[in-house]
């Protein structure tokens, strides 16, 4: 079952490919922020995340400014996926991310969260409770196509002190490649 609107999001304890940001190994309290996080669910090799690279380091930014800490989460199966193994995740790091990027090669976080999808992303608020779930925007693999901007519509809910308007979507992208 995935995590649901008012849901208090499960402790996790990954290590982290981009030692540029964070520690070796963060948990989710080490993830929150003043007002909350974002946890994108993502990969190498998915061409949904692939193509919107460059938007969810802007988010990653548009977060930090508003005090809410951003982290991603690459659950796949590194052995039939070698193109998401913690050496390549720190490749990518290496290319420029400005967010702590977590390895969960047991698949325990995205099993006990429930994510299903590439990039899938939950809004938490500052006590770890789920205030949004699902896409970024209806387009992830061409920006210019994006009609809708669901996360940050719900961040922006969220530091003025409201509900967001939109709560759940779903997520466009690849599904999270299983063991």
Same mark, same amino acid.
């Given at each position: 079952? @995935?995590? #649901?609107? =008012?849901?208090?999001?499960?402790? $996790?304890?990954?290590?982290?490919?981009?030692?540029?940001? +964070? +520690?070796?190994?963060?948990?989710?309290?080490?993830?929150?922020?003043? *007002?909350?996080?974002?946890? !994108?669910?993502?990969?190498?090799?998915?061409?949904?995340?692939?193509?919107? !690279?460059? *938007? %969810?380091?802007?988010?990653?930014?548009?977060?930090?400014?508003?005090?809410?800490?951003?982290? =991603?989460?690459?659950?796949?199966? /590194?052995?039939? $996926?070698?193109?998401?193994?913690?050496?390549?995740?720190?490749?990518?790091?290496?290319? =420029?991310?400005? $967010?702590?990027?977590?390895?969960?090669? &047991? #698949?325990? @976080?995205? @099993?006990?969260? =429930?994510?299903?999808? @590439? /990039?899938?992303?939950?809004?938490?608020?500052?006590?770890?409770?789920?205030?949004?779930?699902? *896409?970024?925007?209806?387009?992830? *693999?061409? /920006? &210019? #196509?994006?009609?809708?901007?669901?996360?940050?519509?719900?961040?922006?809910?969220?530091?003025?002190?409201?509900?967001? &308007?939109?709560?759940?979507?779903?997520? %466009?992208?690849?599904?999270?490649?299983?063991?």
């Amino acid at each position: 079952m @995935t995590l #649901q609107v =008012g849901d208090k999001a499960p402790d $996790y304890s990954l290590k982290n490919s981009n030692s540029e940001e +964070g +520690g070796d190994v963060l948990s989710l309290s080490d993830s929150i922020e003043k *007002r909350g996080c974002v946890v !994108v669910f993502e990969c190498n090799h998915c061409p949904y995340v692939v193509a919107s !690279v460059d *938007r %969810i380091n802007a988010m990653s930014n548009y977060c930090n400014e508003r005090e809410i800490g951003f982290v =991603g989460i690459n659950s796949n199966d /590194p052995v039939n $996926y070698p193109a998401d193994s913690f050496e390549n995740m720190v490749k990518r790091a290496q290319k =420029g991310m400005p $967010y702590p990027y977590l390895h969960d090669p &047991t #698949q325990v @976080t995205a @099993t006990a969260w =429930g994510a299903e999808r @590439t /990039p899938e992303f939950f809004l938490l608020n500052s006590e770890g409770i789920v205030v949004y779930h699902g *896409r970024m925007d209806n387009s992830p *693999r061409d /920006p &210019t #196509q994006a009609t809708t901007s669901e996360l940050k519509d719900a961040i922006d809910a969220m530091v003025s002190g409201v509900n967001p &308007t939109v709560v759940s979507t779903e997520s %466009i992208g690849c599904s999270v490649k299983w063991k």
